[in-house]
């Protein structure tokens, strides 16, 4: 007998998906971007530098997008793995975002006037960036809070049993 599956679940999963698709696209864009403009970029100045700060990212990136699209396929079939995944991966994200989110918020206005950053980087942080930033990380956060609140809540614990 097929168990069954509520439309809560189905709408998550769907969600799921649907977001480790835009992070693809926004990945496979931004890959893009760097390779044509990278004369331009802060980083290119340095080769190690800008290694330095893309192979991180895009492992972070890449773990997000594994955790979400075979979590979110994982959890359309009701695999108990597949909710784990999820949270855990909703977990970190939530919290690497929640620290980001902080640092900008108390640290972004005063770093723009920072010479050294400046120097360092060869552009300027304006509070218009960090908030732009504030804007963009809040919806993912909401969303990786209400992954962590659904897929926690016992009826739907019940269903990956």
Not at 81 to 88: F, G, H, M, P, T
């Amino acid at each position: 007998m097929a168990r069954k599956r509520s439309v809560g679940v189905l709408v998550f999963a769907v969600l799921c998906i649907v977001h480790s698709i835009f992070c693809i696209c926004w990945l496979s864009y931004s890959a893009w971007y760097s390779f044509h403009h990278r004369q331009t970029l802060p980083a290119a100045q340095s080769t190690l530098g800008g290694v330095l700060i893309v192979i991180p990212g895009l492992l972070l990136l890449c773990w997000l997008v594994f955790g979400f699209l075979v979590g979110g396929v994982g959890i359309l079939r009701l695999k108990p793995w597949a909710r784990k995944l999820l949270l855990c991966t909703s977990v970190a994200w939530f919290s690497l975002l929640m620290c980001l989110m902080v640092f900008l918020a108390s640290r972004g206005p005063s770093l723009h006037s920072s010479e050294r950053l400046r120097d360092l980087a060869g552009w300027q942080l304006s509070g218009t960036i960090v908030f732009g930033f504030l804007l963009t990380f809040s919806p993912l956060n909401l969303f990786y809070w209400a992954v962590i609140c659904f897929l926690t809540r016992p009826r739907v614990k019940e269903q990956f049993r």
